[in-house]
Every structure is written in structure tokens, then in C-alpha cells.
């Protein structure tokens, strides 16, 4: 049973967008030459995305509508520090820039919310099924599953847990990662392998407090 694919990776709940909307580049420079209609299809695009970072991160639904707003408002002051690529990773960048601030200043421990990953609606896909439960004991199961995994990550370091949420839940590639969070591509894969060996190694520490159905079989 490997942690990332199986247990806390999800897809993204990306807005689909029109075969002929302007991509982020195009409305990036719109916005630069004065068209703010042009940055509020850009929020409106990202704004899921940017919430769900942010709230998996801190776990407080305040902090994370703060850190969201905080997060646009910074980029279109930034704008002219935009110079191409991946807007999506850019604008990760901030918000997990946003997200580190709060913690310093809260000096607390964030939370990432799995139960709210694997049962929200609006997630396309759960961490454990590619569709939802339909049987009320299997409901249960992911519920009981869910608290435990919520305690585990929350003891990854916080660059631990910020890597394993764009990649394992936003599905952001390691390229994006190293941008998002201004590191070489080779400590976003250390980050993320560590915190799923970490997630792992607590997972078995507790296994018997986990439904049987979730336990890791021994590999003797």
C-alpha cells in the first residue's frame, strides 16, 4: 500500500476552460495595459485552486479565505514580476508564501483536512476511490480513515506538507513545485519522498488503530 498515489493523492478541481478563452499569459497582459476585467477571469480561474492550498495548509477557513485574498492581491501588484511560464505555479508561490506568514505570525501548527479531501463534493475523486462510497459503512470507513491521516500530516514540517498538498492533492507537477516554492527540483522530490515515507512510518506505527481494510500488510 504506498502513501501519495493510493491514500492522499486527488485530482485537482480544475474549472474547465472554453477551447478558445485567452490563456493566463494573454489575460496577464491584458491586465497589464489596464484591463482589471482581464484579472478577474484570472481570480476567477484560480481562486479554487488558491483556497484549497491555503485551507489544507492552515486548516482554518478564515485564514485561508484571508491568505487567498492577501495572495491576488499581492500578485497584481507583482504583475511586472511575472515574466512567463507556469502563472498557476507563480501564483502558488505566493499563497504559499501567504501561508508561511500566517504561521509565524499564529505561531501554530496548520492542519491539512483530509476528511474535507476525501468527502467534500466538490473533489472529482476521493484519496482512496475514484468515485464515492455508496454504502454508509464504507462512508464510515473513509470518515475514520480521514481523522487519522488529518493527524498524521499534521506533523510533517510545514515545506514537508506544502509540497505533499501541490503535489499529492493539486497534482502540480515537480516542476511547478520548485517554482512555487523557489527550490531545485531535486529537494522538491527529497520533500516529497520524505513526507511520504513519514506519513507511511506513522500510518504503521498506529496500524491497529486504523479500520482493518486500511492497515499496510507486513512484508514478511
Known amino acids: 500500500m504506498l502513501v501519495g498515489g493510493a491514500l492522499v493523492a486527488a485530482l485537482s478541481a480544475a474549472v474547465p476552460q472554453p477551447a478558445n478563452a485567452p490563456s493566463d499569459d494573454e489575460l496577464v497582459d491584458a ?43 499581492a500578485a497584481y501588484r507583482r504583475l511586472d514580476q511575472y515574466h512567463g511560464g507556469s502563472f498557476k505555479a507563480w501564483l502558488a508561490r505566493i499563497v504559499t508564501n501567504q501561508c508561511y506568514d500566517w504561521l509565524r505570525y499564529q505561531k501554530r501548527r496548520p492542519a ?26 464504507e462512508i464510515f470507513l473513509q470518515q ?12 510533517l514540517p510545514p515545506d514537508q506538507r506544502v509540497t505533499l498538498v501541490l503535489s499529492d492533492i493539486q497534482g502540480f507537477s515537480y516542476e511547478e513545485i520548485a517554482q512555487a ?20 512510518d506513522l500510518l504503521q506505527t498506529h496500524a491497529e488503530l486504523l479500520p482493518a481494510k486500511y492497515r499496510f500488510e507486513s512484508d514478511g
Open 31 to 73: 491586465t497589464r495595459h489596464g484591463d482589471r476585467t482581464a484579472f478577474n477571469r484570472l481570480v476567477g480561474r484560480y481562486q479554487g485552486l488558491a483556497y484549497n492550498v491555503a485551507y489544507r495548509v492552515l486548516h482554518d477557513t478564515d485564514a485561508a479565505a484571508d491568505t487567498t485574498q492577501e495572495a491576488f492581491l
Open 112 to 137: 491539512t483536512s483530509l476528511e474535507a479531501l476525501l468527502l467534500t463534493p466538490d473533489d472529482p475523486a476521493t484519496a482512496l476511490q475514484h468515485q464515492a462510497p455508496d454504502r454508509p459503512d
Open 144 to 155: 475514520e480513515l480521514a481523522g487519522w491521516l488529518q493527524n498524521v500530516i499534521e506533523q
Open 181 to 200: 516554492t523557489d527550490v531545485e527540483l531535486g529537494t522538491v522530490k527529497s520533500r516529497l519522498s520524505r513526507a511520504r515515507r513519514r506519513v507511511r
